[in-house]
Nanobody, 116 residues
Framework: VQLQASGGGLVQPGGSLRLSCAASRSIFSFNALGWYRQAPGKQREWVASFTSGGRFDYADSVKGRFTISRDKPKNTVYLQMTNLKPEDTAVYYC???????????WGQGTLVTVSS
């Protein structure tokens, strides 16, 4: 399984970015798909995810600002980020969990920097 993340960059506070995560197989073949982030000097933290059952969840820190969505034909998951804050600065990773093995797969990460 390969996950290819893209879309990071430098944005000013209050700005928006959309991250993409392209999977090498159907996104509906996973138990869950989502995004994590790791800021400098901090542990990786969960940001948002959805399950194969259609449940969408968000960390409190991003609720109301970030939206996770999916494009089945493109096998791609998106993270639309709005009203970005400096504390959102991190490397963002997409994650997928295989239902048969329970293995978690990670993309290579894409850097988001929120700064004026």
């Amino acid at each position: 399984v390969q996950l290819q993340a893209s879309g990071g960059g430098l944005v000013q506070p209050g700005g928006s970015l959309r991250l993409s995560c392209a999977a090498s197989r159907s996104i509906f073949s996973f138990n869950a798909l989502g995004w994590y982030r790791q800021a400098p000097g901090k542990q990786r933290e969960w940001v948002a995810s959805f399950t194969s059952g259609g449940r969408f969840d968000y960390a409190d820190s991003v609720k109301g600002r970030f939206t996770i969505s999916r494009d089945k034909p493109k096998n791609t998951v998106y993270l639309q980020m709005t009203n970005l804050k400096p504390e959102d600065t991190a490397v963002y990773y997409c994650n997928a969990v295989d239902p048969d093995s329970g293995n978690a797969y990670w993309g290579q990460g894409t850097l988001v920097t929120v700064s004026s």
